[in-house]
């Protein structure tokens, strides 16, 4: 299994999620088998989004879309505060 982590700022959670809701890159048909979402308990305005897939080159993909339609467009990620940081983590044996 493949999990692409994202970290980033926000300005507003609530916000934040009602965005993440609307799901411009259709996670289920990017090949994502279960989404997580996780908070900092010292930082309301942070957020670490984990979505796992089983190929690497699905996660390869999506953040390449994420990247390309979504993070630099203030209408569809308008909590976003700066570049999340992002990498693919394999699960190990």
């Known amino acids: 299994m493949f999990t692409l ?3 980033h ?3 507003d959670y ?3 999620k009602e965005a993440f809701d609307r799901d411009p890159v259709n996670r289920a048909a990017s ?3 279960a989404p997580r979402i996780s908070r900092p308990v010292d930082d309301p305005n942070y957020v670490v989004v984990e ?3 089983e ?7 999506l ?11 203030p209408a569809a990620a308008p909590a976003l505060q700066g570049a ?5 983590i394999e699960s190990a044996p």
Not at 55 to 61: G, S
Not at 63 to 73: D, G, I, P, R
Not at 84 to 88: D, H, L, V
Request: aromatic share 8%.
């Open 31 to 33: 090949g994502v088998t």
């Open 51 to 53: 979505l796992d897939f």
């Open 5 to 7: 982590q994202i970290e």
């Open 55 to 61: 190929q690497r080159a699905q996660a390869e993909a």
């Open 14 to 16: 609530e916000l934040w």
């Open 63 to 73: 953040l390449a879309k994420l990247q390309a339609t979504v993070w630099n467009s």
């Open 84 to 88: 999340p940081a992002t990498r693919i």
């Open 9 to 11: 700022k926000i300005k």
